[in-house]
């Protein structure tokens, strides 16, 4: 056995928390887990949809990984999304470390939502601009930042949030952001597939296409698939497959993958019977009574804080055995003091279903 000890303290230190993280699989329990809003995964609707395409793009989208077909992708999403142009990447994390390290330079400035995503953070620390967190959703705080702001100022922030499930006040942003001559660029990973009359996200339901640098699709949500997208001009696209490195130095997705991709473009926006299913659901939760605190949410995210990781586990290992697929969110991942179970409603979640995990609760 290799002499690794040295990597005992810290997870030692997790363990003394009840923090420590490990894999685990929850088969045949009801899913109010998993990120497949529309159950286009769980269906398996894109199941046939990689027959006879390569499984291996054979390099980098500068090398051997480029295909004509790929551009014709690119080119179907950035009309779905009203935008100049797309350009996939592998991964939502890869696409937002690889457009905040590359765009922001030396001098400039990043001011990002303090609840802004671990591959937003990322980023932002591999870019050399000074970057400084403003309050979740906070116009105030932003504006007095922004400011104070050198340089060109980027605005970042989620349209729907991962962990709270709120929206962003993007009209109010966008009036900051033309004010100071500032960019903002938003993550609409959360929002991909179920906001929208057909699931076009929270930029174009605000009708801002023109207003906002740069957005963020990302398809191992609500699509179902895998990968992600940077929509914006075609010189932001130019610039990120000169400059970002997630883009340059990785081999590249493969035609299945794109594929599957295109395959959820042509399906999830004629889903709106499941879009209003959800809807109904998110109302009937955010309308119960439980004896938890419940966050505010009009997304299929709904958090039920429960203070400390020992109570948070608890609580979840309960929910477990009663047959539901329900995970706690620990600190370090929030806050102390707002662990919480992170339930996501899906489309494919019956009414009796939901009303057996509110018991639980209550």
Known sequence: MYPDHFLDQKLQARVEANSLRT?????????????????????????????????????????????????????????FHAADSALLFNSGYDANVGLLSSVPQ??????????????????IRLSMAQSFSFKHNDLEDLKKKVQKASGQCF???????????????????????????????IDEAHATGVVGNQGEGWVQVCKLERDVFARIHTFGKACGCHGAVVLGSERLKSY??????????????????VHAILSSYKIFPNMQLERNHLRNLVTQFQEAKIRFNKLISNTAIQGVIVPGNTEV???????????????PVLYPTVPAGAERLRIVLHAFNSEKELQQLISKLQ
């Open 23 to 79: 894999l685990i699989h929850l088969p045949n329990k009801i899913d109010f887990c998993s990120n497949d809003y529309l159950g286009i995964a769980k269906s398996k609707l894109l199941h046939h949809s990689s027959e006879n395409l390569s499984v291996g793009s054979t390099g980098s989208r500068l090398l051997a990984g480029h295909t004509p077909y790929i551009n014709e992708v690119e080119q179907f999403i950035a009309s």
């Open 106 to 123: 030396k001098g400039d400035t990043i001011l990002y939502d303090y609840l802004s995503h671990a591959s937003i953070r990322d980023g």
């Open 155 to 185: 605005i970042v922030t989620e349209s729907v949030f991962s962990m709270d499930g709120d929206f962003c006040p993007l009209h109010e942003i966008v009036a900051i952001a033309k004010e100071f001559n500032a960019h903002v660029i």
């Open 240 to 257: 990120l497959i000169n400059f970002a490195r997630s883009l340059m130095y990785s081999t590249s997705l493969p035609e299945s993958a």
């Open 313 to 327: 586990r608890n609580l979840a290992k309960m929910l477990q055995h009663a047959g539901f697929d329900v995970r």
